[in-house]
């Protein structure tokens, strides 16, 4: 699904005024969404729907949603809640879902106000600096995590020029 369009919530249920609703008027359940990165507790938020990637592809999920635990993978996530699309940035860990919740433990999270380009910098000056001491596998998730922050800084800013 591509970012900024509304997504389809079932049989009988749409977007109505920004909100999700469904066709008799009621509302659409949320999600209570946590990521928590090696730093702490990132985000909590309520969301209709969440779309992020895992290592087996992109996933939507709604309230709802048949448990699953997954891995995560590098990208964007996008949370749909009442106020719109927030658009974070993603690398490695795992999800958890249940019913009416969604926990994520990831290596990485960025967001618009949460990261900026000398944080971005800094993290790739440090993690060139400490490559000789981190095995193969830890530079590859660093490198991996650091290619999601930069892109995602990218499509930022791209989006704030366009609004």
């Known amino acids: 699904m591509a970012s900024g369009k509304t997504g389809n919530f079932g049989a009988g249920a749409g977007v109505i005024d920004g909100h999700a609703r469904f066709r008799d008027g009621g509302r659409v359940e949320n999600l209570l969404v946590t990521v928590v990165t090696p730093e702490g507790v990132f985000l909590e938020a309520k969301a209709h729907l969440l779309e992020l990637p895992t290592e087996d592809g992109e996933i939507g999920i709604y309230a709802g949603h048949t448990p699953l635990v997954a891995a995560i993978g590098a990208g964007e996530m996008r949370l749909h809640g009442e106020n719109g699309v927030e658009f974070y940035a993603l690398a490695g860990g795992f999800m958890q879902v249940t019913a009416h919740r969604v926990r ?3 290596s990485f999270a960025g967001g618009d106000e949460k990261e900026d380009e000398a944080e971005a910098v800094e993290r790739a000056r440090a993690a060139l600096e400490g ?7 830890q530079v590859t998730a660093e490198l991996a995590a650091l290619q999601t922050q930069l892109r995602h800084l990218a499509e930022t800013r791209g989006r704030r020029r366009g609004a």
């Open 131 to 137: 490559m000789e001491t981190l095995s193969e596998e």
């Open 104 to 106: 994520l433990l990831a």
